[in-house]
């Protein structure tokens, strides 16, 4: 099965996750690709996984759109999508999964997941330090990334 991990990463959690799923995967020919860089051709995969992280409750609008202009031929593979997010809440962050990709590759997906995130201050400008620490009353970069969630999402996908 040759498999693309398309991700969108501000500060590099989504691309982190992105590779610890290719890990977890054990094929050694899981492609890693990022949409800011490569539009890859889609043919020659029969598996694909799309990956974005959350501001201000979206994701990536060129993510979005990707998924968009691109339906027909993602509803022909096997498909996995998840996003990166520090929302605490379940119900806000399966909102937020669900608002970042089209309803009907949602249906067709094998594995969804909402994959936890990181703050890592020194990476953020003025601005996103400003809004993290009011909003989430941080001041110190932290890790939480969704092992578990992970590990789910790779075994639904390899089942
Ligand atoms: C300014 C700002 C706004 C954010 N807004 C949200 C949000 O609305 N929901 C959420 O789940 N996470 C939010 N986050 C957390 C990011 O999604 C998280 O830092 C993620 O790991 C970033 O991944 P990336 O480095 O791949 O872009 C926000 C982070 C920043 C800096």
Redesign the pocket.
Known sequence: MKTAIL???????????ARIIGDKLEEKDAELINLEKVQPSLDQYDRIII????????V?KKLTSYCIENETLLAQKQLGLF??????DPD??QT?LETAFPKSLQGKAKATG?M?????LE??NF??????KK??HTKVSSSN?HEETINLFVEKLKE
């Open positions: 991700y969108l990463s501000k500060h590099g959690t989504t691309e982190k996750v990956g974005g992280s959350v501001y201000a409750g979206t990536n996003v990166c997010g520090m929302e605490p806000k962050q937020e909402f936890g995130g990181e703050f890592i990476k953020m601005m996103e330090r400003f809004i993290v909003i989430a990334i």
